[in-house]
């Protein structure tokens, strides 16, 4: 995908999903600070343009709030943060990847999606564990795939949220459908 044309094809695209073996080896990747990240394909529900967010009193500062997407409320949250990156502002490129996580929808803010990668089951290392442990984002990385002369940090969705902010998005979803 071609910067120019980046943004235009983010605009609100939905994940064609032809079965398991179709996605078998399909990363989504997207930038993060200096890094590119990558999901499996199988996790990602959409891409949709950055929109408005309801902020959720007392959580934390990673998550931004909730979105509402067609009737269904997601929690949202912003990637760089939850990394222990520095914050950024967002943009017309900033997008948010609709994921499923524990049987439940959550939006990822990133700064911009990169392209859909195929990455064969031979080029995925496990993480370096050496002198890494003031890296916080090691623990949702369970493999960096190698493409061509890049490499990308490959993450596992279920860690990015812990049972607490589950809990806690849980709650403030329930009180958000009560109001309605």
Known sequence: MDEANGNKQTQETQIDSNGPD???GMYMTFKSGNEYFGLKIQYVSE???FQAITAIPETEDYIKGLINLRGKVIPVIDVRLRFKQQPF???DRTCIIVI???SMLVGLIVEKIAE???INEENILPPPTIGRTDKVQNKYVYGI???GN???LLLDPDKLLNDDDLAAVEQANDMTSEEE
Do not use: R
């Open 22 to 24: 179709a996605q078998k």
């Open 47 to 49: 891409i949709i343009q």
């Open 89 to 91: 502002e967002y943009d």
């Open 100 to 102: 499923s996580v524990k």
């Open 116 to 118: 859909v990668v195929d």
């Open 145 to 147: 795939g190698k493409v």
């Open 150 to 152: 890049s490499v990308k």
